[in-house]
């Protein structure tokens, strides 16, 4: 396990402070938040890349805070790889065994090891220059892996990476955390990595951590505007609790009052996700206690599925597939009705 306690880290124009967290043994953790919130500057502190101005680091129960980078037993992978471009790929891979004073008997075995499992024999005798992105990202894990670290730290490791090789590197993440079952912890700011990835995920913004949770945690249960704007809510409004009924509260968002289930009164915010709304041409027989009729305004093409923005006001935005906007002639001036559940209101 990794515990971080009252951690702060100041580079001057920068500072990384109030961090709490622990990561449990064997998790994939992900860091998640948008460029600058200070993600690759917690990875390298963890590191030991950064001093740490207050607080400690534990791995298993001893403090590592003051020791060299190479006592600490974590290895880290940056999107670059920082692959040595005069040393074949078997060179780089030695180096960090070397760099530790490895026993000599041991590298050849450790190396093997490392590539069988990244299946990059092949790649042994190449130069960095003649690989592909894929094949450097895996060179640089081999490079991690063989000094045999208790976590491995990833920063961005798919973002310089094509779309279909950042799908099979996402794979082949997955098989590498359940084969070996080290702890992990990757850095991105992309949603849907941390989807795939992640046991649990830490939102990060200005230098602090805003939410720690599941995936699902933070797409369905954002505990600030923050974090449902940044995993894309789209739907977010401010409101007043005006009364309860049968288990349920009347929210007035300005125009309109919204039925939700909260025990929240007063002043609250509320997340409701594109997919959780249902679009259609007529009212729909439904349970859900929510339906209104409007105009839609905005049509966003993201190939497979469209978001469709409905104005009562206020805006609701949709997400509908391009069978449903075909089917349904879903356009701009068109009349449609927007339905969604009580339940899939999240008030915070």
Same mark, same amino acid.
């Given at each position: 396990?990794?515990?971080?306690r009252?951690?702060?880290?100041?580079?001057?124009e920068?500072v990384?402070?109030?961090?709490?967290?622990?990561?449990k043994?064997?998790?994939?953790?992900?860091l998640?938040?948008?460029t600058?919130a200070g993600?690759?500057v917690?990875?390298?502190?963890?590191?030991?890349l950064h001093?740490?101005?207050?607080?400690?680091?534990?791995?298993?129960?001893?403090?590592i805070?003051?020791?060299?980078?190479?006592?600490?037993?974590?290895?880290?992978?940056?999107?670059?790889?920082?692959?040595?471009?005069?040393?074949?790929?078997?060179k780089?891979?030695?180096?960090?065994?070397?760099?530790?004073?490895?026993?000599?008997?041991?590298?050849r075995?450790?190396?093997?090891?490392?590539?069988?499992?990244?299946?990059?024999s092949?790649? #042994?005798?190449? &130069?960095?220059?003649? *690989? /592909?992105?894929?094949?450097?990202?895996?060179v $640089?894990l081999?490079?991690?892996?063989? @000094?045999?670290?208790?976590?491995?730290?990833?920063?961005e490791?798919?973002?310089?990476?094509?779309?279909n090789?950042?799908e099979?590197?996402?794979?082949?993440?997955?098989?590498?955390?359940?084969?070996?079952?080290?702890?992990?912890?990757?850095?991105?700011?992309?949603?849907?990595?941390a989807?795939?990835?992640?046991?649990?995920?830490?939102?990060?913004?200005?230098?602090?951590i805003?939410?720690?949770?599941?995936?699902?945690?933070?797409?369905?249960?954002?505990?600030?505007?923050?974090?449902?704007?940044?995993?894309?809510?789209?739907?977010?409004?401010?409101g007043?609790?005006?009364?309860?009924?049968?288990?349920?509260?009347?929210v007035?968002?300005?125009g309109?009052?919204?039925?939700?289930?909260?025990?929240?009164?007063?002043?609250?915010?509320?997340? #409701?996700?594109? &997919?959780?709304?249902? *679009? /259609?041409p007529?009212?729909?027989?439904?349970? $859900?206690?929510?339906?209104f009729?409007? @105009?839609?305004?905005?049509?966003?093409?993201?190939?497979?599925?469209?978001?469709?923005?409905?104005?009562?006001?206020?805006?609701?935005?949709?997400?509908?597939?391009?069978?449903?906007?075909?089917?349904?002639?879903?356009?701009?001036?068109?009349?449609v009705?927007?339905?969604?559940?009580?339940?899939?209101?999240?008030?915070?």
């Amino acid at each position: 396990m990794i515990s971080l306690r009252d951690f702060k880290v100041d580079l001057g124009e920068f500072v990384l402070q109030d961090i709490n967290l622990d990561v449990k043994g064997g998790e994939y953790f992900i860091l998640l938040g948008p460029t600058g919130a200070g993600k690759t500057v917690l990875l390298e502190a963890i590191a030991g890349l950064h001093p740490v101005l207050k607080g400690t680091i534990s791995i298993d129960g001893k403090e590592i805070t003051r020791l060299k980078p190479e006592k600490r037993g974590v290895g880290i992978v940056y999107q670059d790889q920082m692959l040595f471009p005069h040393m074949s790929v078997e060179k780089n891979i030695a180096f960090g065994l070397k760099a530790m004073k490895c026993p000599k008997q041991e590298i050849r075995p450790r190396i093997d090891n490392a590539v069988a499992l990244l299946k990059i024999s092949h790649l #042994l005798h190449r &130069e960095p220059k003649t *690989l /592909s992105g894929g094949e450097k990202q895996k060179v $640089a894990l081999a490079r991690a892996l063989v @000094t045999r670290p208790m976590v491995l730290l990833l920063d961005e490791p798919l973002s310089a990476l094509d779309p279909n090789t950042r799908e099979r590197m996402q794979h082949e993440l997955a098989e590498l955390h359940r084969r070996l079952k080290i702890t992990i912890i990757h850095v991105t700011h992309d949603f849907e990595e941390a989807e795939a990835l992640g046991d649990r995920v830490a939102v990060l913004n200005e230098g602090q951590i805003a939410q720690v949770g599941t995936p699902k945690d933070i797409l369905r249960r954002p505990s600030s505007t923050f974090v449902a704007d940044f995993a894309l809510t789209r739907n977010v409004f401010t409101g007043q609790v005006r009364e309860a009924e049968n288990g349920h509260v009347s929210v007035d968002i300005g125009g309109i009052e919204l039925k939700a289930t909260t025990a929240a009164r007063g002043s609250v915010h509320l997340a #409701l996700r594109p &997919e959780d709304i249902i *679009l /259609s041409p007529e009212p729909l027989r439904s349970t $859900a206690r929510n339906a209104f009729e409007g @105009t839609i305004t905005q049509v966003l093409d993201r190939g497979a599925v469209l978001y469709v923005t409905v104005t009562i006001p206020p805006e609701f935005v949709c997400l509908v597939t391009r069978q449903a906007q075909e089917e349904l002639n879903l356009r701009k001036g068109v009349r449609v009705w927007i339905t969604f559940k009580a339940s899939a209101i999240h008030v915070f």
